[in-house]
């Protein structure tokens, strides 16, 4: 029997779960909370800011990646006094306004000298992050390895898997990366049977493909734990398998913990049958019928399946417990979306992305770069409702709300860059997905543009996947142009 | 920043129709893209005489501008980590002490109590300016666009120049496309774009366009105090106000002139942490980034006007301009406004070069291609 510790609690844990999965199974579903505001986040599926907290005195641990581990001590962040009491979450009840902007702007704070000196300080703690690490008394960077192949595939879905079993068996050399560390993990929970896996191909599973670097020809695959190496992989060529994500609702409360997507949902059901919850509502653009029937297949309870564009609001105050569907309130513990769809432009964007002015995806990808599967489809548009609720998180780690991104707007700020700067959309845990397609889903819905027609932000390397001393190891395996 | 500091100050000494054009989006460049770090003293005369004064801008600036621009003393410590880099941090010490700057040589226990986090292992010596320190810069160019904007100077950004009208070898106005900007005075002040726009006017300048880059680590609350600057290692960096560690370094490279991020600079500074900074061993690197500046031969600003065309002015060659901008700025303005070219802009006119007066500074934490 496994036992972790979580905020002095002890509980017990199955082998094979997650911290978060683990939590979950024992009802514990409020394991963060929002920057400034200290709205409460969980596993979700959709943000990174929910599933942080602190293990073994490491902070910022991703929980629904870290396995446990028997007599895990793991934490939760930014709460004052003390991780099982947070008297800074009064701040829930601050307007939003006042955040707008973040805490930095200095209308209302000091100009200088000791007083801002102080300001600053305080500022440091409210800005809601984790204590650092304890000192070791040295640290050692974690040797990083190269890797030669003709195609590289990333992804390891079905369509994935499909990809790689058909280049291999050209007689190329083809790398296969996936973040999960069994394959086509959300292919089986929905109950597909995973193919089978030509002997040739390298897979790279517990990876994340963190960065696209000169042109596509050189991606960095960072492992999930700490002790390992990353991989430099030179590859002639890219195919991107890597699927789509359900995106949030731009709804109320939206961010909530007990709201997940599809994935994470079925995640639970099929590996751990653990329910998303007593009583579910699933509502997507198409594909929640399949996934409503499948979750209750698994074992839960749904009391509502419909599309998405029909949810006006979820209730609940330290976690879900309604939606309202135009004015029938109903109840549920649990909200799963399924859709809008949408991929991760972020490796896409950084292979065919560049300027000198501002990194932009006007050039288009290399032929050498292709899509395939759920990826290759066009994505979904986010539904934005007519009258939107200013409360809604755009960005929830870094409490952006539509309030915020609306009253610039409405002020001429138009710009994507420009709204990122202010607002710090995107530069939370997330690094911009799916943060930024809410946001562009909101500025083309209030200035009438058409979403494919906005300038993106840059979508930067290597968004949190790789630790300072994994980077540190490839200096011995990638070298200067 | 060089542009909105030069326009405001203008204005300051009471000069109208001012319009400021950016071909790039408002910090989209150098301004958006710096270290944020800012320090009176440095290894040479010519530098520190200047940076000193733009310091003293800097401790002023949010009631020059009337918005905070949340310039903090947090302190700017430089650091060796071998015997040379310690004697030039000696001797600039000493230098300092010349022009009244508050800076010392800090004993292993005051390293010690100022950077507790710090591997001292690898430090030969520390070189402390309590009263330097850090400006985010977004709060920064918040308030010169405001205060640009409260004066009546037009500011365009995504408004690039493509060509100029040219009388005689002087600047009469700027192209826009088709549109014709008549001035009397251009200043050029267009970063790593300075060399091609002077070009445009048949104006050959010094330097090249290089890239650099920068990366954040995901927040933490404070480990790091003061701003950071190793001699030896080519990185700087500093914890910003919400967590992040945000710095830099430098490898040798062909020059790049593009905005796109590659490995080995990421690679390097993070073994720059793993090495002085145990703690942050395992923290996760959020993102990178690329951004390109301007590169003269001897690294220092080419500041004042063109020998040999007219009315075309440069704040160009940056590489410290961030912590530069308010002080040339104020000098740049006086001698565009009054005709007084002051004493410390005059080392670093556009023809020391050819005149065989390049500028010494050992101070710098910048590579040479």
Known sequence: ???????????????????????YRHGIVSIASTRKLHEPMGYSGSYVGGVLARVDGQPNIRLDQQPVRDGMRVESQNRWPGASCDLLSLARFLPPRWVYGGFEHGRFTPRHGRAYLLWERLLAHLA???????????????????????????????????????????GRTVALVSRGTTLGRYAQAMGVTPLALHKDIIVLSGMELCGSYRRGSLMIAAPMEYESGAVAIEAESLVLATGKSSMPPMVRNSHLPGVMDAHTALLLGHFHAVPAGKAIAVVGTGAETMVAQRLALLGSTVVYCGHVSELTCIHGHSRVTGIDIGNRRIRCDAMVHAGAWRSDPSLA??????????????????ADTSCVGFCHEPDQDI?????????????????????????????????????KRLTSCGMGPCQGFPCWESMLALLAKRTGQPVDSLVRPSHRPPRRALTVAQAAGLCDVVQPL | MQGLSCAINLALLGIRDIVVLDAGYWQGGASGRNGCLIRPGFGGHDWTRLFELSWREWTTLSQKLGHNVMFTERGYTMIAETGQSADMLRNASQLHRQYGITSEILTSRQISKLLPAINQEYVTAALHQPRGGMAPHHSVMKGYLHACGEKGIEVRYRTAITGFDMHDHSVRGVYVNDHLIRCDTVVIAAGPQSPELARYAQAEIDGYMM????????????????????IDSLAYFHQTARGEVVGGTEVPETPQTNLRADVPAMAAMARVYTRLFPQLADIRILRQWAGLLHISSDLAPLLGQHPRVRDLWFSAGWSYGFAGAPGAGLLMAKAIAKGQVDEILRPFALDRFEKGNPIQEAGVVMIKN
């Not at chain 1, 960077?141 to 192949?149: I, W």
């Not at chain 1, 009258?387 to 700020?413: K, N």
Request: proline residues 10%; glycine residues 8%.
């Open chain 1, 128 to 170: 809601g992050v984790g204590r650092p690490p304890p000192r070791p008394r040295s640290a050692s960077e974690r040797p990083a390895r190269k890797l030669g192949v003709d195609v590289l595939v990333a992804g390891g879905g079905p369509a994935g898997q499909k990809a790689a079993n058909d280049i291999a068996r050209t």
């Open chain 1, 1 to 23: 029997m496994i036992k972790i510790a979580w905020n002095n609690t002890i509980l017990h844990a199955s082998p094979g779960d997650t911290v978060a999965v683990a939590l």
């Open chain 1, 349 to 366: 964007f950084q292979t065919g992305a560049e300027g000198v002015f501002q990194v932009s995806d006007v050039m288009s990808v290399d």
């Open chain 1, 383 to 419: 539904h934005v409702p007519d009258m939107m609720d200013p409360a809604v998180r755009i960005c929830p780690c870094m409490d952006v709300t539509a309030g915020e991104v609306t009253d610039l707007i409405d002020r001429a700020v138009t710009d994507p860059e420009i709204l």
């Open chain 2, 211 to 230: 890239r650099i880059e920068a990366m954040a680590l995901e927040p933490m609350r404070p480990l790091i105090g003061p701003a950071l600057a190793l």
